[in-house]
Nanobody, 117 residues
């Protein structure tokens, strides 16, 4: 059983920064790719960034250079540092874990980020 709990969302002005954290529990966490996705109002959920157990990262083009994903394997956490926020970054941000055995994904409940201009 995998459980994910996000924290750190909020309302900021454009140009500001936030740090999103996700605390994960479950036996597969240490061997799973973890990531962040987001869903803006009226839009489909989209990839933001992922990180493999050995630290390889992947970012959406729209966030490269502004967002940084990291993980702490000892604490089973994944963090997203967000800088230079733009109004178009407004979305619910979801933590994700890819189950390497079942080809399944686990999701947190999401945390809302609102960026005002």
């Amino acid at each position: 059983q995998v459980q994910l709990v996000e924290s750190g969302g909020g309302s900021v002005q454009a140009g500001g920064s936030l740090r999103l954290s996700c605390a994960a529990s479950g036996k597969i966490i240490a061997i799973s790719t973890m990531g962040w996705y987001r869903q803006a109002p009226g839009q489909q959920r989209e990839l933001v960034a992922t990180i493999t157990p050995d630290g390889r990262t992947n970012y959406a083009d729209s966030v490269k250079g502004r967002f940084t994903i990291s993980r702490d394997n000892a604490k089973n956490t994944v963090t997203l540092h967000i800088n230079s926020l733009k109004p178009q970054d407004t979305a619910v941000y979801y933590c994700n874990v890819e189950d390497p055995f079942r080809a399944a994904n686990y999701w947190g409940k999401g945390t809302l980020v609102t960026v005002s201009s």
